[in-house]
């Protein structure tokens, strides 16, 4: 059976109304028979059973056996965490989403837990970063917004010589696309807040084990520490898987377009899509990759922060905001959104240049959002030729 059919057919009936779509049990507690007697709920932050639907989907989604959802998917990275002790460290990305780079250093390392950077493509960086009290390894395949790949089977097979756990953050492949858990990885880890929800209308985090006991921790913390999702997000994240591959393969194919387009368009210098030949770790993508994904990241020749800008401002189908993964595109100016905190010469070492521009291709037609690039293209570089003359002497 194909992934798709499988999915659909995971998303239960329910027995007791036939109801084709998931009940919302928008409930706190549970009348209980007698003391500790119940229908397998008690109270809503330890187990909800829309929730629970959503879980076990999930599990299976993923190849996995255990699935817990959180709030937001910092919330999810976070109760991962909580799976280590004060001394232990992690070997993770550098290439990091920098809200997981926050709650590494500004929150666990004064709990002392400490994170070692590595460019998780260089299979010999992670072995040299590894110590004795590595615990953990944390990578992002693909990452943002260079769309960096790392090889997961062989950093799986590091993890195992090592004895240590590998957590691989999906987000931006999607189990439509990825599977970390079938190439060895221990942990996946979402934000459903993306590709999973779908339409930019949920902030939601999800942690697939593959291992029970694993899973079982996890669990522990989502109960013990309390940041689980709602009922009624539960149900919107269902609802998102309902088309996750059909909206998938429409992002993919769009995204591929786009990027061919901005390889051979003469303002534009480099552009990073893992579909593309020339990406570095197109081989790696193509390996553990159904396809590529609906990111694409680009860099102007005229490479200044004031051609993205006037890109960025100038699109009137790509949105200008942070996030991803939904149906509408959105368009984002790295050095000035997302990566601003980031001293510039390292910002500039991690590929994220001046101009530096990413899209997140939507479902719109491919054609209005090429028509859409190109007048915004001509837009920021006939403001930017103005600018250059009007300051002339
Ligand atoms: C957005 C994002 C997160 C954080 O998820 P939230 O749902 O915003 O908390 C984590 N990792 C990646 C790769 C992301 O893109």
């Given amino acids: 059976m194909q992934a798709t059919t499988q999915l659909l057919h995971s998303i239960p009936v329910d027995a007791q109304t036939g109801a084709i779509a998931v009940p919302i049990y928008q409930t706190s507690t549970f009348v209980q028979e007698a003391p500790g007697v119940n229908k397998g709920y008690d109270y809503s932050r330890t187990n909800n059973p829309t929730r629970q639907e959503l879980e076990k989907i999930v599990a299976k989604l993923e190849g996995g056996t255990v699935a817990a959802a959180f709030a937001s998917g910092l919330a999810a990275i976070d109760a991962v965490i909580k799976l280590l002790e004060s001394g232990d460290e992690i070997v993770a990305v550098d290439d990091i989403y920098g809200g997981a780079y926050r709650l590494f250093e500004k929150v666990y390392k004064k709990f002392g837990i400490n994170v070692t950077y590595v460019d998780t493509t260089d299979l010999g960086a992670i072995n040299r970063a590894i110590t004795a009290k590595t615990r953990l390894i944390w990578i992002e395949s693909p990452t943002n917004p260079t769309l960096k790949v790392s090889d997961i089977q062989a950093i799986a097979a590091i993890a195992d010589r090592y004895k240590i756990l590998l957590a691989v953050d999906n987000t931006f492949a999607s189990p439509a696309l990825q599977q970390p858990l079938l190439h060895g990885a221990d942990i996946v880890v979402h934000s459903a807040t993306k590709y999973i929800g779908g339409h930019s209308d949920v902030i939601a ?151 530096l521009v990413r899209l997140s291709v939507g479902l719109e037609d491919v054609q209005d959002l090429i028509n859409d690039l190109e007048t915004a293209l001509a837009i920021s570089t006939a403001l930017n030729k103005e600018e250059k003359s009007l300051s002339k002497p």
């Fill in 205 to 355: 985090g999800l942690v697939i084990t593959k291992n029970e006991d694993l899973g079982r921790q996890v669990k522990f913390y989502q109960n013990a520490c309390g940041a689980v999702l709602g009922p009624f997000d539960s149900f919107l994240l269902i609802r998102g898987l309902e088309t996750l591959h059909l909206r998938i393969g429409q992002h993919c194919r769009n995204a591929a377009i786009i990027a061919q387009y901005l390889q051979h368009h003469p303002l534009v210098d480099k552009v990073y899509y893992p579909g593309l030949a020339s990406h570095p770790n197109h081989a790696v993508a193509c390996k553990q990759q159904k396809d590529f994904g609906g990111v694409v990241s680009f860099s102007l020749k005229n490479d200044t922060e004031a051609a993205a800008i006037g890109l960025v401002t100038n699109t009137a189908l790509f949105h200008l905001a942070e996030s991803l993964g939904g149906v509408k595109s959105l368009v984002s100016h790295p050095a000035s959104m997302t990566h601003k905190s980031i001293e510039t010469e390292k910002r500039k070492a991690a590929g994220v240049a001046d101009s």
